[in-house]
């Protein structure tokens, strides 16, 4: 049974790295005024175009998944699975399992560079796309290095304000599109100069629990995990178009029998990890999701004891993913800091309330079903999924503020940007509204804090009447009058110190 529950998560994990990652599309649009800076939105894995050269529809082979490529090679696998099970041949079945498996996602693996792909496979251009209201979106090869991808975020916002013929701009990241962001950060020292604010969306920067678990091989069940996400994932897009897809061509049955054999169910879980070794951990883009006290024994899991040899088949890529580790997601807290007191004002905006992949020992940690609330807030106390914070419980910080959440679930006191992170209860990390787009537009455009809109409070919550919008959590603000003078003291604060910190700066040169 354990193996079977392994099997089984692996199998999701697999899928949610492959779908549950979203981005923006572009469209081109004739240029009109606007009354404020370009953004720019740098999406997550999947932004980027990838498919078969010789595929004139440009089918995605990233995300969106094209399901009716992995139930062909399911089909064509058939046969195998049912002569495995007839003979209850482990070999056999993890043959076939894991031709699967490469058939349908093997084509996006990368040599041990971590650059060079497959001679089939095609990545659109970087070019300028542009929304229209003055945002732009930057789509990229989401499997690179974020650390090389800075690199060409440089050059695109170059563009962009040559384009908007504007002096600044407001940068957007979402996802793992935030790792990109905070490498630009650390990498262009100068980015002040142009950069006016910026906003991390459902940031992935500290890591992602079931990925270390998986790439150290240290994969635990958490029951009450399983149960959850089942009960929020089955008979929804990804899981249920799979399990339709099983049944379709009459393997679902099949399936399950395997699973009922300790060796055949050996043999699945076996098939998958290989799959992540051979495929997901040649995507620079996947070891950023590996947490600081997991990260070596990955490199381990994955590379071999010797990962650290110049002669390494993966040397290429073990340098990226070590250097992006060392310099971005170890010191991402000082990262934060050092822009914010650059004039560069910092926003985060993160999501809750949604079952996470049961693939962790913290897997029913409170998040958006992907990254772990305490990780995308950047040290926000919360409880469990679905669960409050201890009885009896008192915020740690700012006791002058109400900055806990009106479920009882989240202390946002405690998090780097108390005053610049809001919380949103019941939108997926993938997922997205209308009123999900105006907030990211309100934070970047105006300058906002948490207290400073009545409808942008600090805490919202999906409308139960309406899926498009976004409604407070609590409608008053809850924060003594007395305090009144400090809390203009410290806006006053916040203008003070951009002139203040240009002129450091430049004494500094």
Not at 246 to 260: M, Q
Not at 279 to 288: E, N
Not at 391 to 414: K, R
Not at 482 to 494: C, G, L, N, P
Request: hydrophobic share 40%; glycine share 8%; charged share 25%.
């Amino acid at each position: 049974m354990k193996n079977l529950k392994k099997a089984l998560a692996l199998f999701l994990c697999l899928l949610t790295l492959f779908s549950c990652f979203t981005a923006a599309v572009a469209a081109e649009e004739e240029k009109e005024s606007y009354d404020h800076l370009p953004q720019v939105y740098v999406g997550g894995l999947g932004c980027g175009s990838i498919y078969y050269k010789d595929d004139p529809e440009k089918n995605s082979l990233f995300y969106p998944i094209d399901f009716s490529r992995v139930l062909g090679n399911l089909i064509n696998s058939g046969d195998y699975i049912k002569q495995s099970l007839k003979k209850e041949d482990p070999q056999l079945l993890y043959d076939c399992v894991y031709s699967w498996l490469w058939d349908s996602f093997g084509m996006l693996a990368l040599e041990g560079d971590g650059f060079t792909m497959s001679d089939e496979v095609a990545v659109d251009e970087l070019t300028l796309k542009y929304n229209g209201n003055g945002e732009y979106a930057f789509d990229y090869d989401s499997r690179l290095d974020p650390v090389y991808v800075a690199g060409m975020l440089d050059e695109y916002i170059g563009w962009v304000l040559e384009d908007s013929g504007k002096e600044k701009i407001e940068l957007v990241g979402s996802s793992y599109g935030t790792t990109v962001v905070m490498a630009y950060l650390n990498e262009y020292e100068n980015c002040e100069e142009y950069i006016d604010s910026v906003v991390l969306c459902v940031p992935s920067v500290g890591g992602i629990n079931f990925f270390g678990e998986i790439f150290s091989g240290e994969l635990n069940i958490d029951p009450k995990a399983l149960y959850n996400f089942l009960e929020d994932k089955l008979g929804m897009d990804v899981t249920g178009a799979y399990l339709e897809m099983l049944d379709k061509c009459g393997l679902l049955e099949v399936i399950i029998e395997c699973f009922a054999i300790p060796a055949l169910r050996a043999s699945i879980y076996d098939a998958l990890m290989q799959i992540i070794k051979d495929v997901i951990a040649t995507l620079p883009a996947a070891w950023t999701c590996v947490q600081e006290d997991r990260f070596v024994s990955s490199l381990v899991n994955i590379f071999g004891e010797d990962y650290a040899s110049p002669d390494h088949e993966y040397a290429g890529l073990i340098k990226q993913v070590i250097y992006y580790h060392n310099t971005v997601m170890v010191p991402r807290y000082d990262i934060l800091k050092e822009a914010e007191e650059s004039s560069i004002k910092m926003n985060i905006i993160c999501k809750y309330g949604n079952a996470p992949v049961p693939a962790s020992e913290d897997g029913n940690f409170a998040g958006d079903g992907i990254v772990e609330l305490p990780v995308s807030s950047f040290g926000a106390t919360t409880g469990m999924h679905n669960e409050k914070l201890p009885e009896g419980y008192t915020q740690a910080l700012f006791p002058e503020y109400n900055m806990i959440s009106t479920d009882g679930c989240v202390d946002a006191s405690t998090g780097a940007l108390p005053f610049n992170t809001w919380y949103i209860k019941g939108l997926a990390h993938g997922g997205k509204n209308e009123d999900y787009f105006k907030l990211i537009n309100a934070v970047a455009y105006e300058d906002l804090d948490v207290f400073s809109s009545e409808s942008h409070p600090q805490f919202l919550e999906v409308s139960k009447t309406d899926k498009e919008r976004l409604v407070p959590m609590y409608k008053m603000f809850h924060f003594r009058e007395t305090f009144i003078f400090e809390d203009f003291f410290r806006v006053i604060i916040r203008f003070l110190l951009k002139p203040i910190t240009l002129i450091k700066n430049a004494l500094m040169k």
